[in-house]
């Protein structure tokens, strides 16, 4: 993401649970980072959590994020791997499906 030319993958087929009512205030701690490799078709080659601890609901969005399509990062003009990071937050989301 730092060189220069890279135009960032965009996710275009993501599962992202919807928010409880009563997790409206809650939006904004941070729990932990998914940290992504998305290859040159745009799927995702890798995910990893770090998380600073071993959360089993944090751990949800591993199996989650694995099944994201993302239209590929370019530069130059060619598709390129892209490392990504996404941070989570406890926000009392439901239970991915």
Known sequence: SADPGVIAPVL????LPGLTEQSQSAVGTRLGVLELIVDTTGAV?????????????ERWWLFVAKNW???????DAQPVRFLTLIRLTDARLTDPQ
């Open 12 to 15: 275009i087929r993501p599962y």
């Open 45 to 57: 080659e890798s995910v990893r959590l770090r998380s600073p601890e071993n959360r089993y609901r």
């Open 69 to 75: 399509q993302f239209r590929p990062a370019y530069k």
